[in-house]
């Protein structure tokens, strides 16, 4: 078969790449370069991990897509994961629901009480009698350098084509329609352009989806801690006001600080300067956790964005046509799970068996 992906980040390159090792030939074309640089998988550092509290079926998934994280690596001939574990603080109330999930999964998992996480992490301040539930297996995708893996092993492989910086303007059946009045024809086509998707989706269909965008900070740590930093795991959830969390530096990327609370709705895109109002309140929500922190360690900060489908909450994958699908992604969550969705994508446009992936993907 022939196959079209309409994007240049996670979902379309890993797809691409399932396809293209399935013995099928695939064009990726994007408005960017290839990998796009604004799309919101285009980072430094994403956490994979197993931990959704109360939701089996999804820890589960976690914990799959962690290993087909690892499995990449040896596929593309290239190093971008880091195995830090995954530290989530957690009521009291919450710890033993959170182990029982885990270990349904096949995840191992241990509990640090207040003393371990004190003495363990000085560099850090936790609420007064936090514990947090650790996971070892957990891991950093260093998700630029996986992007531009996919993308180089895509470039060297004779079944695929890379055509960077061609807008699609439309997709009517199988047929992808460029700017320049050319036309992609294929057997099958995804669409996976992230925050640029609803252009290209039935009108309804654009409607229930939702714009947001995301503020985060890239900081530099004190030399005195950095080793402590580099050597702890990342901390998906700090117990702390606003929905706080951190990737800690590693394999010479930044520390990196966000929150629940900066992804907020917007009505378009502006760019990817985060504003003066959103550094400082990163940095007003994290200081009650990070001993010194201040606006002289902030190295960049940057906005990404990425859409939800309204009435789920999370990401949407559709079909818009007879072997036509569209995937519209959902920030971090859709990184996380997508090698899955991936092999998802891949076996409903070639016609394979469809594995079971995770809820959420149709």
Known sequence: MRIVMVGGGVIALLSAVECVAAGHEVTVVDHGD??????????????VRALHLDDPAATAAGARAVGLWAGLQGRLGAAFLERTGALTVLPDADLLRAQATLAGAGAPSRVLGPR?????????RFPDGASAVVEPGAAIVLADRALHACADWLRAHPLAELLP????????????????NT??????????????SRPLLPPALAAELVLHRQSQLHCRVPD??????????TVPSLGIGGGAWLVVPVAGTPLKLSASSAG??????????????WRRRLLDLHAPAIAGLSEDWVLEARDSYYLTHAPTGGP????IGERVLAHAACGGSSFKFAPLIAQSLAARLTGAARPTTLRGVS
């Open 183 to 196: 036309r992609l024809h294929g057997d099958a086509v995804l669409v996976a352009a992230g925050a640029w």
């Open 316 to 319: 949407l994958t559709v079909a």
């Open 34 to 47: 290839i990998p796009h640089p604004a799309a919101a998988s285009y980072d430094r550092q994403r956490v």
């Open 116 to 124: 371990a996480l004190a003495e363990g992490f000085p560099h850090l």
């Open 224 to 233: 005195a801690d950095a080793a402590a930093w580099s050597a702890m795991p």
């Open 165 to 180: 910086r061609r807008r699609v303007v439309a997709v009517r059946g199988t047929a992808v329609h460029l700017a320049d």
């Open 264 to 277: 907020r709705v917007v009505s378009t895109m502006d760019g990817q300067e985060t504003s003066p109002r």
